[in-house]
């Protein structure tokens, strides 16, 4: 059995502050929901003080990127040893954002995955495919040729401890989320694809969110799709009763 997984992606929103206090809403909220893994990726600045509120409650700390290397001059960047200590255990590589602004590609996004799997975090790993190319029918070659280049090499001992993340570039903060047939198609593609890469067993281990408009009307049901495990939540993790629900209905 898989264990649902939903992650709040605050992305570049809260002063440490408000985050501090989005946590303290939060985790009355949903501490009990035993069945669920929930995990909060606040911005780095707010890691530190969202980390000690949530000690103890257990719900997990999430990064929204690293860089690969464990230091040196990459001016702005923080690497998986600065993560370790403030009691981060999940980051999110290579979302959509990070590949579309910040010009990330796979080969990068797969060091981070290398890097992140060495230092005992829970690699995030988002693929997914923009609105030009799901209507040029390229949506499977897109996504597979993501996970190719973003897992090219990663040893099967530490593979078990992936997440991927669907996320149709065309259903980020639209408000269009994917159907329950179009999510569960590529979801299962993802698991087929791991199915090569890794074999049967330990790709029937690996957790799928999807992430794109969900909203606490739409989680049950993508949750209720064979091959999806969880959510990755962007606009509606910003609200505590929102996010709650989203996490209760899993
Ligand atoms: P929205 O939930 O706002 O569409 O964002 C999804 C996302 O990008 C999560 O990483």
């Not at 990127?65 to 990459?74: D, F, L, S, T, V």
């Not at 999110?92 to 990068?108: A, W």
């Not at 669907?166 to 569960?184: C, D, M």
């Not at 739409?218 to 091959?227: I, T, V």
Request: hydrophobic content about 45%.
């Amino acid at each position: 059995m898989r264990r649902y997984i939903v992650a709040g992606n605050w992305k570049m929103h809260k002063t440490a502050e408000e985050a501090v206090n989005l946590a303290l809403a939060l985790i009355p909220l949903v501490s009990d929901v035993r069945s669920v893994e929930v995990v909060l990726c606040p911005p780095f600045t707010a890691l530190p003080s969202v980390g000690e509120v949530l000690n103890g409650s257990g719900l997990f700390l999430g990064a929204q990127n690293m860089h690969h290397e464990p230091q040196g001059a990459y001016t702005g960047e923080i690497s998986a040893s600065m993560l370790l200590p403030l009691g981060v255990s999940h980051v999110i590589l290579g979302h959509s954002e990070r590949r579309h602004y910040f010009i990330e590609s796979d080969p990068q996004i797969r060091e981070k995955v290398g890097a992140a799997l060495q230092a005992g975090l829970t690699p995030i790993l988002c693929v997914g495919e923009t609105l030009a190319e799901r209507e040029a029918g390229e949506t499977e070659s897109v996504v597979s040729g993501q996970l190719e280049g973003c897992l090219e090499g990663i040893e099967l001992a530490q593979a078990e401890d992936l997440v991927v993340a669907y996320e149709p570039v065309w259903a980020i903060g639209t408000g269009k989320t994917a159907t329950l047939e179009q999510a569960q198609e590529v979801h299962a593609l993802i698991r087929a694809k791991l199915t090569q890469f890794f074999g049967v067993d330990l790709a029937g281990k690996i957790r799928i969110q999807y992430g794109g408009s969900v909203k606490p009307e739409n989680a049950a049901e993508l949750m209720a799709q064979p091959d999806i495990d969880g959510a990755l939540v962007g606009g509606a993790s910003l609200d505590a009763d929102s996010f709650a629900a989203i996490v209760r209905s899993v």
